[in-house]
């Protein structure tokens, strides 16, 4: 099992942000697993030659609802994206079923059953382990009642195992109001094999944080920052990998496990963020 080594492990960076950057038009970024494979296909190799273990599909949004009206099923979005995560792999990295959240808010806050979520994630979970991913990758939630229906229709559904991580802010909650000794707890008790904190901050926003859940779980942690903050004009993120790298060699010293990017980073943050920690 991945877990079970004793280095660091490295998931890639952002999706959205090489997507941008390879000149494509991006509107439903998912859709392009099925109508341009070969410019997602390439992003994912360019993690793997920086030396991501873990790459994540295109399918962050890929459910039955946000899906609607695109002509595209989960299931096709789903098989097509793993298929190319898997030929870019090379063999040398594990492919993870990215899941995100639903985008609708549960009941009583919004219109969204706790059932009909479960549904949702529960056809992605199906089609990805069908497709032969290694993994599913809960990420960017803020709800703890989204993620619990998650890990569950994962769990409950496939062998998958479930690497899992929430979106916090800088006090240490997040915009739902979850904890990270409330996520820990949760995810334990579900059978996560991994979990964290990725998106909305930059390293050092989060050392906190990653303190907080380190003393809460015995899990193998992930962190996976923002490049910090974008440009409110050009929507470039203001840190170098250099600078990346070296906030995220503290996150290591704290005991962090599996480490990457979210929005912003690139292949360079990957690549500078494994030579930061070697001597870790």
Same mark, same amino acid.
């Given at each position: 099992?991945?877990?079970?080594?004793?280095?660091?492990?490295?998931?890639?960076?952002?999706?959205?942000?090489?997507?941008?950057?390879? %000149?494509?038009?991006?509107?439903?970024?998912?859709?392009?697993?099925?109508?341009?494979?070969?410019?997602?296909?390439?992003?994912?190799?360019?993690?793997?030659?920086?030396?991501?273990?873990?790459?994540?599909?295109?399918?962050? %949004?890929?459910?039955?609802?946000?899906?609607?009206?695109?002509?595209?099923?989960?299931?096709?979005?789903?098989?097509?994206?793993?298929?190319?995560?898997?030929?870019?792999?090379?063999?040398?990295?594990?492919?993870?079923?990215?899941?995100?959240?639903?985008?609708?808010?549960?009941?009583?806050?919004?219109?969204?059953?706790?059932?009909?979520?479960?549904?949702?994630?529960?056809?992605?979970?199906?089609?990805?382990?069908?497709?032969?991913?290694?993994?599913?990758?809960?990420?960017?939630?803020?709800?703890?009642?989204?993620?619990?229906?998650?890990?569950?229709?994962?769990?409950?559904?496939?062998?998958?195992?479930?690497?899992?991580?929430?979106?916090?802010?800088?006090?240490?909650?997040?915009?739902?109001?979850?904890?990270?000794?409330?996520?820990?707890?949760?995810?334990?008790?579900?059978?996560?094999?991994?979990?964290?904190?990725?998106?909305?901050?930059?390293?050092?926003?989060?050392?906190?944080?990653?303190?907080?859940?380190?003393?809460?779980?015995?899990?193998?942690?992930?962190?996976?920052?923002?490049?910090?903050?974008?440009?409110?004009?050009?929507?470039?993120?203001?840190?170098?990998?250099?600078?990346?790298?070296?906030?995220?060699?503290?996150?290591?010293?704290?005991?962090?496990?599996?480490?990457?990017?979210?929005?912003?980073?690139?292949?360079?943050?990957?690549?500078?963020?494994?030579?930061?920690?070697?001597?870790?």
């Amino acid at each position: 099992m991945l877990f079970e080594r004793s280095e660091f492990i490295f998931y890639d960076g952002a999706m959205g942000t090489m997507l941008h950057k390879s %000149g494509i038009k991006v509107e439903r970024p998912d859709v392009l697993c099925v109508t341009a494979p070969e410019v997602v296909e390439n992003v994912h190799r360019l993690y793997v030659e920086a030396g991501s273990d873990i790459i994540c599909t295109n399918t962050f %949004g890929a459910n039955a609802d946000t899906l609607k009206g695109s002509g595209y099923s989960p299931e096709r979005i789903i098989t097509a994206a793993v298929a190319i995560a898997r030929a870019a792999s090379g063999g040398t990295a594990k492919v993870a079923l990215d899941i995100g959240p639903t985008g609708q808010l549960l009941e009583p806050m919004g219109d969204l059953d706790v059932q009909r979520a479960y549904e949702l994630f529960k056809e992605q979970a199906i089609a990805g382990e069908q497709a032969g991913a290694d993994f599913a990758a809960i990420e960017t939630m803020s709800d703890i009642g989204e993620m619990k229906a998650a890990i569950s229709a994962v769990r409950e559904n496939t062998n998958l195992p479930v690497l899992a991580t929430m979106s916090f802010d800088k006090t240490g909650s997040t915009f739902m109001g979850c904890t990270p000794e409330i996520l820990a707890q949760v995810a334990e008790q579900l059978g996560v094999s991994a979990v964290g904190l990725n998106c909305s901050l930059a390293p050092v926003e989060m050392y906190e944080t990653v303190q907080r859940i380190s003393k809460a779980t015995s899990l193998p942690i992930i962190v996976k920052p923002n490049a910090g903050l974008p440009d409110g004009v050009t929507g470039a993120y203001d840190m170098t990998p250099a600078e990346f790298a070296k906030q995220m060699k503290q996150i290591a010293q704290m005991g962090a496990k599996i480490l990457g990017g979210c929005c912003g980073t690139t292949p360079d943050y990957i690549r500078a963020l494994r030579k930061a920690v070697s001597g870790v």
